[in-house]
């Protein structure tokens, strides 16, 4: 099976991370894959070395300039032509509305939303103008992949595409790292991780995210501002992740008074990534918006207890049990949660535990991969 993997950004996040374990999963199977990105960034030199083809298209990005649409389209169809595939998947909204469009379903066409780009939260003329352009363009492909039951239902509730052209596939995690060091017994933790922080000792949150919208990080530094501050003055905070709004994020830091508790590492590596959820005792994540994010998943393989917006599909992840979920653009209920974990080590472990366990069983990236290419030869 030959596979065109077709992805707006070829920077490191959520749909790109996907496509990269897509394409290691369908080489080992003695499949042969393409990808389509802008290039410069990580997928385009994740691609190249799994050894798969990179095809640049520099004129891709969040744009509806009618001039770069058509020039990205040419190349897309010089490159179609050129990979001669059996099936062409499209990610990304505006890859997923452009692909669709050019192929129309010529060639076998996926396209999977990792979260729907007019789902609440999201600008008013989003939610205005993208539901009819979904709905057009799914008649131009085979099948359409969410991320989540929250988002399969966002796409019944807009009539996107009729039932039969709608599944879901959750997001998925390597496990193998994270339990790699597992023993007989059960009830002990399988993660190499540093002790379980004591009630009134010092709390180590952790945020994975680009800074930029949808994520939220300054509803979290106002959060902790809310603290009491026999709580508050135990608190450290890393920040991973770049973006343009991180000079915003440092002069609110500096706002706060929170420059000795606040850590901004920038972009780091996976490894360097799993390194510091060994050694936090919370993940949080406000945003406005999402699919499924990885890095929620990726905190729960890690054994840790989960606060986050309950939008999209992160409940399904999360549940009441393995964390706590807050509205969004509630800073209050924020730093409840945080104060009820950072004083109740006992359910942090708890909740750790459980979200391994979860992502074992739902959220591995191999029942992901598995399924995903069983939708693949359905449509061949």
Not at 161 to 172: C, D, H, Q, R, S
Request: net charge positive; hydrophobic share 40%.
């Amino acid at each position: 099976m030959k596979i065109f993997f077709f992805i707006t950004k070829s920077e490191q996040g959520g749909a790109q991370t996907h496509v990269a374990q897509l394409t290691k999963f369908f080489l080992s199977q003695g499949d042969q894959v393409a990808v389509m990105s802008a290039p410069g960034g990580w997928l385009e030199e994740e691609t190249k070395r799994l050894g798969a083809t990179f095809y640049p298209n520099a004129w891709l990005a969040n744009s509806v300039n009618p001039l770069r649409l058509w020039k990205a389209s040419r190349l897309l169809l010089a490159a179609v032509k050129n990979n001669q595939p059996d099936l062409v998947a499209c990610h990304s909204t505006m890859t997923g509305l452009l692909g669709r469009f050019v192929i129309n379903n010529r060639i076998p066409t996926i396209f999977t939303a990792h979260g729907w780009s007019f789902t609440q939260g999201t600008k008013r003329s989003r939610r205005v103008i993208l539901p009819w352009l979904e709905r057009l363009t799914a008649h131009f492909c085979s099948m359409i992949i969410c991320v989540s039951k929250n988002d399969l239902q966002l796409a019944r509730t807009h009539r996107i595409a009729p039932k039969e052209k709608l599944t879901v596939v959750y997001n998925g995690v390597e496990t193998s790292e994270s339990f790699a060091s597992a023993q007989d017994d059960k009830n002990q933790s399988v993660i190499q991780r540093r002790p379980q922080a004591d009630e009134g000792s010092q709390s180590h949150i952790l945020f994975i995210g680009r800074l930029a919208p949808p994520k939220d990080p300054f509803l979290l530094l106002k959060s902790i501002s809310f603290l009491p501050p026999s709580i508050r003055q135990r608190i450290q905070i890393t920040f991973i992740g770049d973006g343009p709004q991180k000079p915003e994020l440092q002069k609110a830091i500096r706002e706060f008074s929170l420059d000795q508790q606040v850590e901004l590492t920038g972009a780091l590596t996976r490894r360097q990534v799993l390194e510091r959820l060994k050694m936090a005792d919370i993940f949080v994540l406000p945003t406005r918006y999402e699919g499924l994010p990885y890095s929620i998943l990726e905190a729960m393989a890690q054994g840790l207890p989960v606060i986050a917006s309950n939008v999209g599909g992160i409940k399904e992840a999360v549940g009441s049990d393995a964390g706590i979920m807050v509205p969004p653009n509630d800073p209050l209920a924020l730093r409840d949660a945080i104060e009820r974990l950072a004083v109740e080590p006992k359910l942090c472990a708890h909740m750790g535990r459980v979200g391994q366990e979860r992502v074992v069983s739902r959220f591995n990236v191999q029942t992901m991969c598995e399924r995903t290419r069983e939708i693949y030869r359905s449509m061949l």
